[in-house]
């Protein structure tokens, strides 16, 4: 109801009755109810000015409320397209890892599986040379496999006399059954190592010392193997060692004659292996 509403009522009930003589009570009524009207009218103008700053204060909210949904939003599809990035980013980054993983695995099947016939061949090059020296045993000749190779131990008295160079004849049919046996092996590495005992060297011409003994019975054996008995060079190496790696401690006799030997190792050729492995 506005005020000239009300303005317009009173001036309607006093023209209704200006013809009537009002009473000072009836006037004062009058009075006092249009003064009750204005104090309203106040209230509900203070009212009304509260509500509309009310009004004012909750658009205001729902417009940073709304600036801040955007913004999560915008934050939201920025997270998103962050996710999908790393998402395909690692996706391409395990197929290849899965990928590489599965080379290398058919890497390690193919060397395990060359390791495995290195292993039947050499059991198998033991097995042979076992047979074919089977009559030497009893002079010191031993066959043994370590770290994957054939070892024939030879000790000198089977193949030397004391401080000789020189191949005695039973030497040379241990070395002719062995050859017997490489010759069946072209893919074999073979390798002539000659050891001796701590024991000084005297009186030998141009033997000097155990360095001098080792090598020279070790390049002894492999011409004998391949003036003799037609094995390719390019498959030998003759080394001495001297005295420094013994087989037997202490300073017996028994001891230094252990020590005192020709070992002739035996190695596969792992030319495959080793592209493998590049």
């Not at 009750?36 to 509309?52: F, H, M, P, T, Y």
């Not at 949904?69 to 899965?98: P, V």
């Not at 004391?162 to 073979?190: F, H, W, Y």
């Amino acid at each position: 109801m506005t005020k000239q509403f009300i303005l317009a009522m009173l001036c309607l009930s006093l023209f209704a009755s200006s013809c009537v003589v009002l009473s000072k009570k009836k006037y004062e009524a009058l009075i006092a109810q249009k003064d009750s009207l204005n104090v309203g009218w106040d209230q509900a103008n203070i009212k009304i000015q509260s509500l509309e700053e009310m009004i004012a204060g909750l658009k205001s909210d729902t417009a940073a409320l709304h600036a801040k949904i955007t913004d999560l939003n915008n934050q939201l599809e920025g997270l998103n397209s962050n996710y999908s990035a790393l998402s395909s980013k690692s996706s391409s980054e395990i197929n290849k890892l899965s990928a590489d993983l599965q080379k290398r695995e058919a890497r390690l099947k193919e060397v395990e599986e060359i390791l495995r016939k290195r292993d039947e061949a050499t059991n198998a090059l033991k097995e042979k040379l076992q047979k074919a020296l089977l009559g030497f045993r009893e002079s010191g000749l031993t066959v043994e496999i370590k770290d994957g190779k054939v070892y024939v131990s030879l000790t000198d008295k089977l193949l030397f006399d004391t401080g000789s160079i020189i191949i005695d004849e039973k030497g040379k049919q241990a070395l002719q059954e062995l050859a017997k046996v490489l010759n069946t092996q072209p893919d074999i590495n073979i390798a002539v190592e000659g050891h001796t005992d701590n024991q000084r060297v005297g009186n030998l011409g141009q033997i000097k010392d155990n360095w001098d003994l080792s090598v020279m019975r070790a390049t002894s054996v492999v011409r004998y193997l391949t003036e003799q008995q037609g094995i390719s060079p390019e498959r030998l190496t003759a080394t001495g060692k001297g005295q420094y790696q013994p087989i037997a401690t202490g300073n017996t006799a028994e001891a230094r004659s252990k020590n005192r030997r020709i070992e002739i190792v035996l190695s596969p050729k792992l030319d495959e292996l080793y592209n493998l492995i590049k």
